[in-house]
């Protein structure tokens, strides 16, 4: 702890286990010091960091006090906002999409975009399917997708290198024998 | 000495409970959403609605989903339609449009935003073929409600402008058929009888400056052979007189000095005196003489605070007095009580993510030049001409608002790209003037620690969150919303 020559504190900080307090939480509480502190924010070692205040000149004893309290606080606050935020983000979301969608004229609508993503409905640990993911296509996407479905139905995706356009079975022979392959190494 | 160790962070149900922000004011926990939707819950029901152990029992359990606050009870329909609502004029396009027809002025404002330049100098009178371009380029935008708003300077001393903008606009619109608000924006000191007839005979709004009493007003506002006062008081009282029962009518507002922090009682009475509607209490802010004399008439925003809540407190006191159907509405708490209360945001472009520069207002110089918004003009008056997006006399209305410099404006104020703010329970009701970041703080992201814009609009919140507690003051907030809005348009209250 850093301290002047006549013994006054001139930091105040704190470790803590990233686990329980992420580093966006711990950024976010030292960001909002900074009117009345230097704010710093290091790593102390696997999986914890430090935050560190250093205290703005003419602070004086009972606020350098108060703010390492407040500093404790808005540590717990920025944690709950975090996760919060994080389990609620797709949802946010779709409620978004969906009311810019309704904006739109039913020509640029998609249906997918009026129905909630599985996660929306579920929970925060359901399977994936953003939201944002079924934004509405606006015409000029819609134009490039048209331009690339032609391109593949005039067959001029012949030249293809890499193989792509083949099938497994074109390229290793029977799916069986493949499969069993595969099963093989897996048992190894 | 070793540092000390906090605490887990509180518990929270990732499954019931929906998304919220959250703020402590006066031992309550406010929680707000996306939605604008608030609650205020004691310390131990946010414990119990953040752990998600408020349920289908609990008499705050229907609300709380109503209001889209618990997870697994979500209207998505109803909350989705809510938050268009709060939200539709990301959908309208500009609709302020700010015509500087002059920078003469017959006033010295000790805080004179606009810089002006003495009655006498003609340099700064905008022309008539400039004025064509300007009504051309307004009527270009898409939005279906268009507000034009005569500013200054004095925008009377560039009288036979006016006229020619007001005759063009209107003219233009019966061919077009928008909603169409004119609104002036006038120290009334060269305003005659001949004027006002035939401003009224127009419909044009009205939005002046009275500081407060008298000796305040004068102080604030001195006016070479004095008189300031007198004939601001003597044609608010006609111009209310004769728009009694119209569709337009007239506002004032005042802007706080350090002359009037110790007079909050006294200004908000002479309000009552002239038999005003309503006041609205605006701080300083960093442009044009108010910068020079900063020193002199500035203050920091706690000091602003203050004198905010001793003022909205006597305004309160003074509708307890009055009939309910006669509210004295004090207009700043009045546009956040809109978005508190209603899921109708009333457009102040101030007070919107992102903000009006560029997508909700344009302001146009004398000379033509477009720019974002009446800061960015307000600036280019002090050399800096960052917000200039093109001329009404070159160029088109597209080049102008998809100018790079409008949507690095957008993306600055967009709150969900501030840190502080997307994180603040007062995000759904607050703004930022990314204008105001690139003059205080050198930076058009600005920093809200620091920001004293910030610090006013928290703190006018925190006070207005403590004051709605109270149900005789909740009574007499809702009354304000029933008052007709948009008077001189609630985009258009800008600092005269």
């Not at chain 1, 994080?86 to 640029?108: G, M």
Request: neutral net charge.
């Amino acid at each position: 702890m850093a301290k002047t020559k006549t013994g006054v504190k001139t930091e105040t900080e704190l470790e803590l286990e990233e686990r329980l307090y992420p580093l966006e939480a711990v950024q976010a509480a030292a960001y909002a010091f900074t009117d009345r502190a230097y704010a710093r924010v290091e790593t102390a070692g696997e999986g914890r960091l430090r935050v560190v205040l250093a205290f703005k000149p003419a602070t004086s004893a009972a606020a350098r006090a108060a703010l390492a309290g407040e500093l404790r606080n808005e540590l717990l606050h920025q944690a709950l906002r975090h996760k919060v935020s994080q389990a609620n983000q797709k949802i946010r979301e779709f409620i978004v999409t969906k009311a810019l969608v309704s904006a739109l004229p039913a020509s640029a609508k998609v249906a997918s975009a009026e129905e909630p993503c599985k996660e929306c409905t579920t929970g925060p640990d359901g399977a994936p399917g953003s939201a944002a993911a079924h934004a509405p296509l606006d015409a000029e996407l819609e134009g490039e997708i048209d331009r690339l479905l032609k391109e593949i139905d005039s067959g001029s995706g012949a030249d293809d290198p890499l193989g792509v356009t083949s099938s497994w079975e074109e390229k290793f022979g029977p799916a069986g024998e493949a499969q069993g392959d595969a099963k093989k190494e897996g048992a190894a | 000495m070793s540092p000390e160790l906090v605490e887990a962070p509180p518990a929270f149900d990732p499954v019931k409970v929906g998304f919220f922000r959250f703020r402590r004011i006066l031992g309550k926990v406010l929680v707000t959403n996306d939605l604008g939707r608030h609650r205020l819950l004691s310390e131990e029901d946010f414990r119990r609605f953040a752990a998600g152990e408020i349920g289908p029992d609990d008499p705050a359990y229907r609300a709380l989903c109503d209001d889209g606050f618990v997870r697994d009870r979500m209207d998505f329909d109803v909350l989705s339609r809510a938050w268009a609502e709060r939200h539709r004029y990301l959908w309208d396009g500009p609709n302020l449009h700010v015509v500087v027809v002059t920078l003469r002025c017959d006033h010295r404002c000790v805080y004179c935003h606009a810089s002006s330049v003495r009655l006498e100098d003609r340099s700064t009178d905008m022309t008539e073929e400039t004025a064509r371009t300007v009504v051309d380029r307004i009527f270009a935008s898409p939005s279906k409600a268009l507000t034009i708003e005569f500013q200054g300077g004095e925008p009377l001393a560039n009288w036979p402008i006016v006229r020619l903008i007001v005759e063009e606009a209107l003219e233009r619109n019966r061919r077009e058929g928008r909603s169409l608000w004119l609104n002036l924006v006038t120290n009334l000191s060269l305003m005659d009888d001949e004027k006002l007839d035939w401003l009224l005979e127009r419909g044009v709004n009205f939005c002046t400056s009275l500081d407060g009493p008298a000796q305040l007003h004068d102080r604030n506002r001195p006016r070479p052979g004095g008189g300031g006062h007198a004939g601001v008081a003597r044609w608010y009282r006609e111009i209310q007189k004769r728009t009694k029962r119209r569709a337009f009518r007239i506002d004032a507002l005042l802007t706080v000095t350090r002359n009037s922090l110790d007079k909050p009682r006294e200004i908000v009475d002479s309000y009552d005196e002239l038999g005003a509607r309503s006041l609205f209490l605006r701080p300083l802010n960093p442009y044009g003489t108010a910068t020079a004399s900063w020193s002199k008439i500035g203050y920091t925003p706690e000091e602003f605070l203050v004198f905010y809540r001793a003022a909205l407190d006597r305004v309160l006191e003074l509708n307890r007095k009055r009939p309910r159907a006669r509210p004295f509405v004090e207009q700043t708490a009045r546009l956040f009580l809109a978005k508190i209360l209603t899921d109708r945001d009333p457009n102040f472009l101030d007070l919107r993510s992102p903000c009006g520069a560029g997508v909700g207002q344009l302001a146009y110089n004398w000379d033509g030049a477009v720019y974002t918004c009446d800061e960015g003009r307000m600036l280019a008056r002090m050399g800096d001409d960052t917000f200039r997006i093109g001329s009404a006399a070159e160029g088109s209305y597209e080049e102008s608002v998809a100018h790079p410099t409008v949507r690095a404006l957008a993306v600055a104020s967009c709150l969900d790209n501030q840190p502080s703010c997307s994180s603040c329970a007062y995000k759904p009701y607050c703004g930022v003037c990314p204008v105001q970041c690139y003059k205080e703080q050198g930076d058009i992201m600005g920093r809200m620690p620091t920001n004293t814009h910030c610090r006013i609009n928290m703190g006018v919140l925190d006070f207005l969150f403590e004051r709605l507690q109270d149900s005789g003051n909740a009574r007499i907030f809702k009354t304000w919303l029933k008052q007709r809005e948009g008077v001189v348009g609630e985009a258009s209250y800008r600092r005269a």
